[in-house]
Each structure stands twice: as structure tokens, then as C-alpha cells.
């Protein structure tokens, strides 16, 4: 097997993923396909770590546009993110995967605190890191968590996981001629409002060099083509992408 063009990465999933088909919750078989998708990169020594959203379950900023209080909103928002790294790792483990969660609230009982030297441990022993409750401070989204742990962890690059191939122009699902680019300097995306992460997100993966590779998830082998250095979906920040 050749060497994998990234040696650690760090995938963001969205929480609105793991619902699957269905209007709410968690869809076993879709953290199963999650799961399977992980396990070439994993085989080939890719270290992987993992944030989750948790659109599925709560979403913070709705809530707090129905009159909840915005911090107590986003707090229930990353509680849901736990739920759904617990049911990831429920999964990765169904496959063979060996994985930890660590949570930036402290939850002893559940699972382990977020320590960050203790998860580079794991991901040298080829352990993947699920990283849970966002930044554990609310007005922080998960998007935001992702870059922050990814800068943390020394990560080659995020792996932005999301319903379309690519970053376009406008809404493909609404707009024929929407373009795709296959590579966006990050203040293009920051001055356009592309809305392929916030801007806390983005800033934080340009001024940390780190490349954002926006993918969609659902085409079965997507991520191991990624991980094995092809080129599809978009890449932010490209200059510094670290293909072989
Ligand atoms: P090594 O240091 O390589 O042995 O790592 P390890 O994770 O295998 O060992 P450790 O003894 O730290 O953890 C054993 C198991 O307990 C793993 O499944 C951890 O995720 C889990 N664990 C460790 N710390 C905590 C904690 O604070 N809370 C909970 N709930 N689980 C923990």
C-alpha cells in the first residue's frame, strides 16, 4: 500500500447528516456507512480525528430565533453533539475501528475529558478522536470547533463533509449554471459570504495555514479518494495543500 498523502486529518460531519432519511435523530445505517467509509484511511495509518455537529437532535441558533435563551440554546447544542459521538463511536467500533471520544465539557462518567496531548496519544496508536460539545463555550459552532481542534492537533487539513460536491457560485440545489470551483482562496470564500463555514472557521484555518477540502460524503468512496490525494470536491486554501 503507498504511503497516504496526509498523515492526520481532521473530518467534520455535519449533524444533519447522521439523521439519514429520516426527519429527526440518528440513522444507524448511515454512522455504519460512516463507519466503512473511515476504514481504508484508517487501515493505511491515517490519523483521524472527528467533530460532530448536532443539527439532527438541537439546533442552537433556531432555538434561539424561537425566544430561547442563546446561551442556553447553543449549551443544549452541544450536549446533542455528544449523543452523536457516542453513537459514532458505537459504530466505528460495529467495524473494528478503535476510536475515543473526548468531551470539552467535563463528563467523566461518560467519556473522557478533552486533554489535548492525551488525543494526539491516541492518534499516534491509530485510535480515531472524536471530538464532542464543540468548544464548550456557546457563540462557537462546530464548524469553528473543527478548525480550532484540526490547528490544535497539528492536522494537515479539515474534511468538510457536506449534502453537495463542492463549493458553487449560488445554491446548485436551486441554480442550474451554479459554478463549482475546484480550489478558493479563503478571503474569496469570506468575501463572497460562500457559506461554506462561518467566518470565525475560515479565519482560523487561513491564518493556521490549514486547507478545508469540501466534499460530499454521501458518494460512497469519497474519502478514500481524499485521503488517497485525488482531487474532487473543493479546497480552500489549496496553496497549502498537502498533496504528495
Ligand atoms: P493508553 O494510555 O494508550 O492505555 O490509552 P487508553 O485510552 O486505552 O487507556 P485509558 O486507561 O486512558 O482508557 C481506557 C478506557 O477508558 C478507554 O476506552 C477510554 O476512552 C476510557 N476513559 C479514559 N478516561 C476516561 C474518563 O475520564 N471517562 C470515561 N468515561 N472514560 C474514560
Given at each position: 500500500m503507498s504511503t497516504p498523502p496526509f498523515k492526520r486529518i481532521l473530518l467534520k460531519l455535519s449533524g444533519e447528516a447522521f439523521k439519514g432519511s429520516r426527519d429527526y435523530g440518528i440513522d444507524p445505517e448511515f454512522l455504519v456507512f460512516v463507519a466503512n467509509e473511515l476504514k481504508e484511511g484508517y487501515e493505511r495509518g491515517v490519523q483521524i480525528a472527528i467533530v460532530i455537529g448536532g443539527g439532527n437532535i438541537f439546533r442552537g441558533i433556531a432555538a434561539a430565533a424561537n425566544g430561547m435563551d442563546r446561551v442556553t440554546a447553543d449549551y443544549s447544542g452541544m450536549l446533542a453533539t455528544i449523543m452523536n459521538a457516542l453513537a459514532l463511536q458505537d459504530a466505528l467500533k460495529k467495524v473494528g475501528l478503535d476510536s475515543r471520544v473526548q468531551t470539552s465539557i467535563e463528563m467523566k462518567e461518560i467519556a473522557e475529558p478533552f486533554i489535548l496531548q492525551k488525543a494526539v496519544r491516541h492518534l499516534e496508536k491509530n485510535r480515531i478522536v472524536i471530538f464532542a460539545g464543540g468548544t464548550g463555550n456557546p457563540y462557537f459552532t462546530t464548524d469553528t470547533t473543527a478548525a480550532l481542534r484540526a490547528a490544535e492537533i497539528g492536522a494537515d487539513a479539515i474534511f468538510k463533509a457536506t449534502q453537495v460536491d463542492g463549493v458553487y457560485d449560488c445554491d446548485p440545489m436551486t441554480n442550474p449554471d451554479a459554478k463549482k470551483y475546484d480550489e478558493l482562496p479563503y478571503m474569496e470564500v469570506l468575501q463572497k459570504d460562500l457559506?461554506?463555514?462561518d467566518s470565525t472557521a475560515i479565519s482560523l484555518s487561513k491564518d493556521n495555514d490549514l486547507p478545508i477540502v469540501v466534499f460530499k460524503?454521501?458518494?460512497?468512496g469519497n474519502i478514500g479518494k481524499i485521503l488517497g490525494g485525488e482531487s474532487i470536491g473543493t479546497v480552500i486554501g489549496g496553496e497549502c495543500y498537502a498533496k504528495s
Open positions: 457559506k461554506v463555514m460524503l454521501t458518494d460512497k
